[in-house]
T-cell receptor, first 106, second 115 residues
């Protein structure tokens, strides 16, 4: 069946780059998504990438997609303390990863 | 204007009670969802409705009953609440169903605590 996997925790220092990785199994997904959940808040769509793209850049965010390996990553440049949150990778309507908790230390 | 709204935001109740959580979207979307996020922050889909018809019904106890009076509303009723039902419940909506091009818009969540 469909499955999305992410590592659960990532800790970086302020100013460093963060890379959150995700693997998925369903190769038919047209779009793959990254959602951000700040403490005590709901999910917020962060960015998405079309499946025929290898890379998408949006300000400090870079999404890389390796379709052959079914691997998706989210890179946050110059990570700030406000980036501390849980980041969910998702494909399709209902398949979410378990979320990666990003902690940014000053 | 809030795109997807849920009420209440917080709900604290005793075991065995029956409670409802309401969700409304003003985006004109055809599909709505309910997700449960447990204490470990794992997000799991529970139900999905498309044009008021049930599309997804994951392995959820039948104490949980979704009701969609119209396309803009999907309410979640829970009977005989148990301690394990404590979680944050998120409502979401998307334009259509079956297209992975559709972005889901999430509500702010309802934090349910069962004592």
């Amino acid at each position: 069946g469909e499955d999305v996997e992410q590592s659960l925790f990532l800790s970086v220092r302020e100013g460093d780059s963060s890379v959150i990785n995700c693997t998925y199994t369903d190769s038919s997904s047209t779009y793959l998504y990254w959602y951000k959940q700040e403490p005590g808040a709901g999910l917020q769509l962060l960015t998405y990438i079309f499946s025929n793209m290898d890379m998408k850049q949006d300000q400090r965010l870079t999404v890389l997609l390796n379709k052959k390996d079914k691997h998706l990553s989210l890179r946050i440049a110059d990570t700030q303390t406000g980036d501390s949150a849980i980041y969910f990778c998702a494909e399709g309507e209902s398949t979410f990863g378990d979320g990666t908790t990003l902690t940014v230390k000053p | 204007d809030t795109a997807v709204s849920q009420t209440p935001k917080y709900l604290v109740t005793q075991m065995g009670n029956d409670k409802s959580i309401k969700c409304e979207q003003n985006l004109g979307h055809d599909t709505m969802y309910w997700y449960k996020q447990d204490s470990k922050k794992f997000l799991k889909i529970m139900f999905s409705y498309n044009n008021k018809e049930l599309i997804i019904n994951e392995t959820v106890p039948n104490r949980f009953s979704p009701k969609s009076p119209d396309k803009a509303h999907l309410n979640l009723h829970i009977n005989s609440l148990e301690l394990g039902d404590s979680a944050v419940y998120f409502c979401a909506s998307s334009q259509d169903w079956g297209k992975s091009t559709d972005t889901q818009y999430f509500g702010p969540g309802t934090r349910l605590t069962v004592l």
